[in-house]
């Protein structure tokens, strides 16, 4: 299966609070921190409504990184 690599890149402050609660159900908590997460339509949902605070990369099976997304 597929993993997402997600960094988040800018600071959730003066953000509206329901983007602040997607980073945190995305298990990001401070600018610079990675978490990789399962690659569904749920996990892309949340990252399209913060796309602008987060870098994605995806990670093959192997754990070989490839281009952003």
Do not use: F, P
Not at 13 to 23: F, M, P, V
Request: proline share 0%; no cysteine; glycine share 8%.
């Amino acid at each position: 299966m597929t993993r997402l690599v997600i960094k988040q890149h800018r600071s959730s402050i003066g953000e509206k609070i329901a983007a602040r609660r997607t980073l945190v159900a995305l298990g990001l908590r401070r600018t610079g921190q990675t978490v990789e997460q399962n690659d569904s339509e749920t996990v892309r949902g949340m990252l399209r409504r913060v796309a602008h605070l987060v870098e994605v990369s995806q990670q093959d099976a192997k754990g070989a990184k490839s281009g952003s997304d």
